[in-house]
Each structure stands twice: as structure tokens, then as C-alpha cells.
């Protein structure tokens, strides 16, 4: 079992900068690959970016290749998501997640694949 809690989200400007934390309970969490999603008002929930049990190897959407940065710290029990260059489209509830036993890179984008969630941190990027 794994809880997740995220904090981090808030109300910026185009361009700015925030960073997402995703703290995770149990001791297995270093076993879990871990994704971020989000879903904007209306939209379906999609995939953001994840990262696997080591940290080793990251997975991002286009939409936010080469701006948003997923990190995770299992000394700490906690993932991270540094968005930079925010857009007003990246306004959306965002949702840490866990999955295990990814073996393909099909897996860390597939919402289906993920077992735990946490409730959801808002982002706002204004315009």
C-alpha cells in the first residue's frame, strides 16, 4: 500500500516557475515507478511525466519536453516536478501516481498502469 500526497501548486504568471512535491508513504515506495498527470477543466486526465524505480530513466509528454523536470528522492520517500516556462495551458489539477513491474516504456504514459493517486494539487498559470 502507498499513499501519496502532493503540495506545491499554486497561481503564476506565463513563464514562471513552480515545483511540485509528491510525498509518498510505505516502505516500498523505491520499488514504484512514478508518473505525473494532470486534467484540465473539461479535459481528460493525461500523462505528464514519470520516472522509474531508480530515478534512472525519465518519460515526458511533448507538451512539456524541455521545460518541466521529474526527479525523485527515495531516501526521502518523494517525487518531484519542476515546471518551468509555465503556460497558461498547463493550468490543470495535477496527480501524482505509482505503478510497479513497468517493463515497457508503454507503461510509465498509460494512466491504467498506475495502482495509487494522490488527491490532486491545483495549478494555476495566468495569462
Known amino acids: 500500500q502507498v499513499q501519496l500526497v502532493e503540495s506545491g501548486g499554486g497561481l503564476v504568471q506565463a513563464g514562471g516557475s513552480l515545483r511540485l512535491s509528491c510525498a509518498a508513504s510505505?516502505?516500498?515506495?523505491?520499488?514504484?515507478?512514478m508518473g505525473w498527470f494532470r486534467q484540465a477543466p473539461g479535459k481528460e486526465r493525461e500523462f505528464v511525466a514519470a520516472?522509474?524505480?531508480?530515478?534512472?530513466?525519465?518519460y515526458y509528454a511533448d507538451s512539456v519536453k524541455g521545460r518541466f523536470t521529474i526527479s525523485r528522492d527515495n531516501a526521502k520517500i518523494t517525487v518531484y516536478l519542476q515546471m518551468n516556462s509555465l503556460k497558461p495551458e498547463d493550468t490543470a489539477v495535477y496527480y501524482c501516481?505509482?505503478?510497479?513491474?513497468?517493463?515497457?516504456?508503454?507503461?510509465?504514459?498509460?494512466?491504467?498502469?498506475?495502482?495509487?493517486w494522490g488527491q490532486g494539487t491545483q495549478v494555476t498559470v495566468s495569462s
Open positions: 501516481a505509482a505503478g510497479i513491474n513497468f517493463g515497457y516504456y508503454a507503461y510509465y504514459t498509460n494512466i491504467g498502469r498506475y495502482d495509487y
Open positions: 510505505g516502505r516500498t515506495f523505491s520499488s514504484y515507478a
Open positions: 520516472v522509474n524505480w531508480s530515478g534512472g530513466n525519465t
